[in-house]
């Protein structure tokens, strides 16, 4: 055993010894050695076939797309464009699944258990909790998610999200983080779970954490139909009607903008502060252009993203639900759970234009976004008392039109502020619990997934009382 | 008459994709594991897809695989474990993704690596294709998206380009499943030992460099025989390699000898 320790150390030594010879520009000999032989394969494998060049239309294209002038409107339209589709492609689907799982499923359930006489409290937590929940979330996320990732994953087939990166990276590199940010941010842009462990791609360790401490400033899906229904009552309902469509759209960009922006500011402020230190440089590769084989974008978008992402926001729904009626229903003095949460939250919520209906739904909704309206929908009826729009108290409110949706918010108090404060904070609070979990799987520290989380509620805070400072102006 | 075409034909190695059994994730008892491995955005995934039969989301932009994918596939009665590999510019550096690429060819032993590489982009793929032959003797070269090299009017001699890498080349086109059958033909004689590979080694003008090198890969033949890869550890050494002076440090390298297994791959 000795013999062998010490031939080990004599093999180390030797390798010291020669790396001193070898100097230090060993690596670059390497590197050098490895383009040399490329080159010299290269030169005696390949040849162009030069007669009659092709128009090259993908470095034209590129010239467009990727252009100092038109690159970013391009970027915004394209964006829009996508949520136009879906905003307007959603509400009959969503109409008809709500009608069909709703308006005429629940009632049938509802009998059926009175039926087989089962006690209040059974029905109450399988029928008006789990079953409503689930079915909420279904007809709410269902039709804009069918319409949303195909219609996305067509653009990335074609090769369209390197070029956003390529846009983005001067921004990226100005505020310290590396340009390859820019391509987990737009993974977030579907789930910021997946955002956050796609930041392995970024070598650096520091430039690495701040891809992750900022990718929940990414809309995930969980919240894109949060932010599409807001936007259709509040925002779209403040123009006229043959502009609302085009406006929402506009004002759910400009959510998504503006997570850009806090993305890009925090990253700043981080690679000044905490997390010093120069962007390092990169090549990013503009793929070629791909014609998307249509079917199987389809296929694989609805069957990989769509029915998953369902699948996760019916799993939390359906326990969620059940807390929800819980809440609601069980009384300490006769007033229940959720009405004693409510009235501790108000004053803290009414300071940031907010309410403690909506401060709780965030609480009971950390496990999955997806769930925040309904929850929010479901409070608001049972603390307004609005038996005659909803089927009694304690019990999600069944929704059949984007319509009474606003009516019920509006007069419980809700006003374009409320709105806009909940599209704002929908962008700006914790992450999701699987999102929290990721982080920590990926950074391993405590510390970190602790900023991770705080961080962005606090940036909440600060911009909803800001944003209610202003109104309060005018 | 049609019995006898029939027969012909399942007889010859064209009609050999009959053969593929795509096993999904069903991993048991395989008899060989093959890494997928190349730069980002060449069709790796697609290459895994179209051999497993998995689903695996495939999207055209690099980065889309930072974790290792798992897939079965059986061809020829033997069982294979298909192993998606993160697609990566070098083996070099040390970002996370990188790391599990090389750690897997190196540590994890696959006995074929297929790299899939962009035809249109034949300079700047060979760069990886040079390193892992460094690392691995076994190795098939998958000429990816020969359609659109086809478009943009390059001609690739592909035998030219095996005999210049001593490893059997694929042309290929993954998108359309073209060239599927004989990368599995190649993968099997490569594995089965049938093919033996000659991989060209990276050579340098520099005679410092090549001398050094010749000099501490005979120490470590001598310290650890039989070791696959002495040259890849030679090169890391003389770049002080933290991870591969603790390797042998630790005799870790001894068990990579000994145990063919996936026993020491860093779970990811």
């Known amino acids: 055993m000795g013999n062998q320790e010490n031939t080990k150390e004599k093999l180390l030594n030797t390798a010291n010894e020669l790396r001193w010879e070898v100097g230090e520009n060993f690596h670059d000999t390497l590197l050098e050695s490895i383009y040399n032989n490329a080159t010299e394969i290269t030169n005696l494998t390949v040849s162009y076939n030069n007669k009659g060049r092709k128009y090259n239309f993908d470095s034209s294209l590129d010239k467009i797309v990727t252009s100092r002038i038109f690159g970013f409107p391009i970027m915004f339209l394209l964006l829009a464009l996508v949520f136009w589709l879906t905003i307007a492609g959603a509400n009959y689907p969503s109409r008809l699944l709500s009608f069909v799982l709703i308006d005429t499923f629940q009632p049938l359930f509802r009998s059926a258990f009175i039926y087989f006489s089962s006690p209040w409290w059974l029905t109450g937590l399988v029928v008006d909790g789990a079953y409503l929940a689930a079915a909420w979330v279904t007809s709410v996320m269902l039709p804009p998610m069918a319409i949303f990732f195909p219609v996305f994953t067509l653009l990335e087939d074609y090769g369209y999200l390197p070029r956003v990166a390529f846009n983005m990276d001067s921004l990226f590199r100005k505020a310290g983080a590396h340009g390859k940010q820019a391509l987990t941010m737009t993974m977030g842009f579907g789930c910021n779970a997946a955002g956050v462990v796609a930041a392995r791609i970024i070598d650096s360790p520091r430039e690495r954490l701040i891809a992750i401490i900022t990718n929940n400033f990414s809309l995930c899906n969980g919240r894109w139909p949060t932010q599409i229904l807001i936007a259709t009552i509040f925002i779209g309902g403040a123009v006229s009607p043959h502009l609302a469509g085009l406006v929402s759209a506009g004002a759910v960009v400009s959510v998504a903008v503006l997570g850009i922006f806090f993305s890009l500011l925090t990253s700043w402020s981080l690679s000044k502060t905490v997390l010093k230190g120069k962007a390092s440089a990169f090549s990013l590769e503009l793929p070629p252009y791909r014609p998307p084989r249509i079917w199987q974008t389809l296929y694989t978008s609805v069957i990989d993203r769509t029915l998953i992402v369902l699948w996760r926001a019916i799993a939390f729904a359906l326990p969620s639900g059940i807390v929800i009626w819980l809440v609601a229903n069980v009384t300490v003095s006769d007033v229940s759970i959720a009405e004693y949460f409510i009235n501790w939250l108000n004053p803290l919520a009414f300071i940031i234009g907010l309410n403690g209906i909506i401060l709780l739904a965030y609480i009971i909704a950390i496990p999955a976004n997806e769930i925040v309206i309904p929850t929010i929908l479901m409070l608001t009826v049972l603390v307004s008392g609005n038996d005659a729009v909803g089927s009694g108290a304690g019990v999600l409110f069944e929704i059949n039109s984007v319509n009474t949706t606003g009516e019920l918010l509006k007069s419980s108090g809700w006003s374009l502020l409320t709105g806009i404060n909940l599209m704002l904070f929908s962008l700006l609070h914790n992450p999701c619990s699987t999102t929290i979990y990721t982080i920590y799987k990926e950074t391993k520290s405590v510390l970190w997934t602790f900023v991770s989380t705080i961080l962005p509620l606090l940036i909440g805070f600060i911009v909803c009382f800001l944003v209610t400072l202003l109104f309060s102006l005018f | ?268």
């Open chain 2, 1 to 268: 008459m049609t019995d006898n075409k029939l027969n012909n034909c399942a007889t010859c190695p064209a009609y050999n994709k009959g053969n593929l059994i795509k096993l999904g994730i069903n991993m048991s008892d395989f008899d060989y594991v093959v890494a997928l491995a190349g730069n980002p955005n060449t069709g790796k995934s697609t290459v895994f897809n179209n051999l497993t039969g998995l689903k695996q989301h495939t999207g055209n932009w690099p980065g889309k695989t930072v974790a290792r994918a798992e897939g079965a596939f059986s061809f020829n009665e033997k069982k294979f474990k298909l192993v998606d590999l993160p697609g990566t510019y070098s083996l070099l550096s040390t970002s996370t993704d990188e790391e599990i690429a090389r750690d897997f060819i190196l540590f994890g032993q696959p006995d074929v690596t297929v790299v899939v590489i962009d035809a249109t982009r034949i300079e700047r793929n060979l760069n990886i294709v040079l390193q892992i032959l460094e690392i691995t003797d076994k190795a098939v070269l998958c000429l990816n998206l020969i359609d659109e090299a086809k478009r943009h009017n390059i001609i690739i001699d592909d035998r030219a380009l095996s005999r210049e890498l001593g490893i059997p080349v694929v042309p290929a086109a993954a998108r359309q499943k073209e060239g599927m059958t004989e990368l599995l033909n190649n993968i099997y004689l490569v594995a089965s030992g049938e093919y033996i590979c000659k991989p060209r080694r990276i050579s340098s003008k520099s005679k410092n460099f090549n001398n050094s090198v010749n000099k501490i890969v005979s120490e470590i033949e001598k310290e650890f025989p039989g070791l696959p890869n002495s040259r890849w550890v030679a090169l890391r050494l003389l770049e002080g390699d933290q991870k591969i002076i603790d390797a042998i440090k630790s005799g870790e390298l001894i068990n990579l000898v000994k145990v063919n297994s996936l026993t020491t791959v860093p779970s990811v």
